[in-house]
């Protein structure tokens, strides 16, 4: 039988899981990726708040997320000054 805490913390795990499946396909389409990316369910389950771990990664790795970023927030900006 599942504990309260279990019962009470079923969506944040939920939410955890899919928001990290999503981190790792978006930064797969762009060509960069976190290896050590995983969801911290020990953490989560001693305090009922999952987080989600990033780890390590190569340099390179990073260095492309930063591009990502950056073009992501670039247009996020052009497509706002056009409202």
Known sequence: MASMLDRATAEQRREAALVA???AAVLALGGAKL???EVDWDF????GCYL???GAAR???VVRIV????????FERLAADDD
């Open 21 to 23: 499946d999503d981190l």
């Open 35 to 37: 290896p050590s990316l």
């Open 44 to 47: 989560g389950r001693r305090t």
């Open 52 to 54: 989600i771990s990033l």
């Open 59 to 61: 340099t390179s790795d």
């Open 67 to 74: 591009e990502l970023l950056r073009k992501g927030l670039h």
